[in-house]
């Protein structure tokens, strides 16, 4: 888990921008993200799953694409990192290795509690300034 799980630059300019949508913007983000990261733990919990399984492998690489994107753009750096990790696996871009991408997923799923920890925080400070 990284230290600065945020870049609180980024959420400054999506504050902005966003002004009175960006409690909306978090919100969405954050049950998104959820899914996002159940559809990846239920994907590896399938039996079927190996580094093996081009289709697993492939589906996997692109909730990690779609992720990396979503991730990037809310600067959640450290995440959007890992997501492109995993995305290089999932679509071969390196040797596909099984505990390594398990790893990935357990580490994309801990990354993501602190980055919604931020935003949850983030939307406190929001309801309480209006």
């Known amino acids: 888990m990284s230290n600065n799980p945020v870049d609180f630059n980024v959420l400054s300019t ?21 899914n996002r990261v159940n559809d990846m ?9 190996t ?6 492998l492939q589906r996997l690489g ?13 600067g959640a750096t450290h995440l959007s990192e890992l997501c ?3 995305e290089e696996q999932g679509r ?13 997923v357990s580490e994309i799923k801990e990354e993501f509690c602190a980055v919604r920890k ?7 400070l929001c309801h309480a300034s209006h």
């Open 51 to 56: 580094a093996a399984s081009t289709a697993s």
């Open 118 to 124: 931020v935003f949850e925080d983030e939307l406190q």
């Open 14 to 34: 999506l504050r902005e921008v966003m002004e009175a949508e960006y409690p909306a913007l978090l919100q969405v983000f954050i049950s998104d993200s959820i």
């Open 92 to 104: 071969g871009m390196v040797t596909a290795d099984d505990a390594r991408i398990r790893r990935l």
């Open 84 to 86: 492109l990790q995993l």
């Open 41 to 49: 733990t239920l994907l590896l919990r399938d039996p079927s799953f």
């Open 62 to 74: 692109l909730m990690a694409h779609s992720f990396k994107g979503s991730t990037g753009n809310m």
